[in-house]
């Protein structure tokens, strides 16, 4: 055989192997593993009967489809029964009927086997001039009517504290965060769910986040006085950093209850796509909700990223957005998982067709994502068309084209739980009785690794892709230094708190 002929067999085989390098990173395969699950939202039926249930599961069987993303909290209510918060007001909800349970029952029995992941509106909690019923409901309890630091409201920078019809807690005070983190391992403490799903986990705009207790933080931290201007770099990053907190306390304390369940989030992909670091940085996620889901992938503080493709494919400007942002989600998932999230209620049946066979195809450097999740089950076309009409084009052929689930598939293995390699560390920080705000922690390994991370205002720190082994965690406390051993386990959380008085 001539060098030619070598030289192009061996750009082949290098072709296939790396290839197959970027599915087995952590992406969906072509051929018989694809998460593809619908939206259920509450504000529609969906599961608030038994017989709901059974549709709903019906159509996902006759779209192929394998996961149902189920809206559980709509706004500071539970649409379940073993709940931190009152039971939704929602009169459709079959009385004393717990809905996730019987969802989540009939869904596991199913064959094939469909997922079942509990979607809760993580920060917006009541969209009503009429308050809650239950004076047990956090809108009562720390919303207008409250002062100082019961009050848990993100404010506008001109001090109005509801956001269109939303109002919405802030991230950055310290009370909030803990208590949306409560709601969140409680449904993983309670239920069987293959996964929890975070959405509007953000802030509502750039000029939002003045909630009083956030912005004495934010000045006690910076050494500042004064109010800071919504496009300070400085305060935009420090909310940036308080987001972060918040997904990373609900990424850690969930997997230490459950190792095995999936921590998602329904991300911002608004506007142009990023094509580079930089441009990602200057994008909407980043920049105008304060929402940097990239830097929780690369962190490992997140399962899965499903951006919200919500663009309409007749629209030339917008189906350029769709594909911009796809090409980024393909090549950025961080040997995490990334699925996309077409808005099908924006569009005709073959144009989300055709955006779902887009996403599924791979990148030019050949990387898959993880599949999709649509926008919505209740509303599957901007047309009208019958959603069986829909479903049944998703898994057949049709007068809307060629289908795009023609065969079943399973769910893609996320390799870092299944064979895990790394572990996690968290803790709390308190010093004579008081939260530890922003203070620097520094995990030392055995094998000369060093991490320094920092508390949030709750006074909590995390550590993700830890090598297993014998860790010091070490804070300086003045002229002393405060120290404590743990130990880190493959696909495990270690929880090591310092606490001096």
Do not use: C
């Not at 593809?36 to 192929?64: I, S, Y």
């Not at 750039?206 to 006085?225: F, I, R, S, V």
């Not at 200057?282 to 304060?290: D, F, G, H, K, N």
């Amino acid at each position: 055989m001539g060098w030619g002929k070598k030289n192009g067999v061996l750009w082949s085989v290098m072709g296939l192997l790396f290839s197959f390098w970027g599915s087995a990173a952590g992406y969906a395969e072509e051929s018989n593993r694809s998460f593809r699950a619908f939206w259920v939202d509450a504000f529609h039926d969906g599961v608030k009967t038994p017989d709901q249930v059974d549709k709903l599961l019906a159509d996902v069987k006759e779209a192929n489809a394998n996961a149902v993303i189920v809206q559980v909290r709509r706004r500071g209510d539970a649409y379940f029964n073993q709940a931190l918060e009152p039971r939704t007001q929602d009169p459709r909800l079959q009385p004393r009927y717990d809905p996730l349970a019987d969802l989540i029952q009939k869904a596991h029995a199913s064959q094939p086997r469909i997922e079942v992941h509990a979607w809760l509106a993580t920060l917006p909690i009541w969209n009503s001039e009429t308050p809650p019923l239950s004076d047990r409901h956090v809108f009562n309890q720390h919303g207008p009517s409250t002062v100082g630091r019961d009050y848990w409201l993100m404010e506008r920078v001109d001090g109005v504290n509801r956001n269109g019809a939303d109002y919405v807690l802030d991230p950055g005070h310290p009370d909030a965060l803990d208590y949306t983190a409560d709601q969140y391992v409680n449904v993983v403490r309670h239920y069987a769910v293959d996964g929890i799903h975070l959405d509007l986990v953000r802030y509502m705009g750039p000029d939002w986040g003045y909630n009083p207790t956030a912005l004495e933080h934010y000045q006690k931290q910076t050494g500042t006085a004064d109010k800071p201007a919504p496009d300070d770099p400085r305060w935009k990053a420090w909310r940036r950093e308080q987001v972060d907190h918040l997904m990373r306390q609900v990424y850690l304390r969930s997997i230490a209850v459950r190792p095995d369940v999936k921590v998602s989030a329904a991300v911002i992909a608004w506007q142009q796509g990023p094509s580079t670091l930089e441009e990602y940085r200057q994008s909407a996620p980043y920049q105008q909700v304060l929402q940097d889901w990239n830097g929780w992938l690369e962190e490992g503080i997140i399962d899965m990223a499903i951006p919200m493709n919500y663009n309409r494919e007749h629209v030339p400007l917008q189906k350029e957005w769709f594909d911009q942002w796809i090409a980024w989600e393909k090549d950025h998932q961080h040997q995490r998982h990334i699925a996309a999230g077409p808005g099908i209620y924006l569009n005709a049946v073959e144009g989300s067709l055709a955006q779902i066979r887009r996403a599924m195809a791979p990148s030019a450097a050949g990387n898959r994502l993880a599949g999709v999740s649509l926008y919505s089950y209740a509303v599957t076309n901007k047309d009208g068309v019958p959603s069986l009409d829909f479903f049944r084009a998703l898994s057949k052929e049709s007068p809307y084209g060629q289908p795009v689930f023609s065969e079943k598939a399973e769910v893609p293995e996320m390799s870092w739980k299944s064979q895990p390699t790394k572990g996690y560390l968290m803790g709390r920080l308190v010093i004579n009785d008081d939260i530890a705000d922003n203070r620097e922690v520094i995990i030392r390994g055995d094998h000369q690794q060093e991490y320094r991370v920092r508390t949030g205002g709750n006074g909590f720190f995390g550590k993700a892709n830890l090598a297993p082994g014998y860790y010091v965690v070490q804070v300086k406390s003045g002229s002393n230094s405060l120290s404590r051993s743990v130990i880190v386990k493959a696909g495990r959380v270690s929880e090591v708190n310092i606490r001096k008085k």
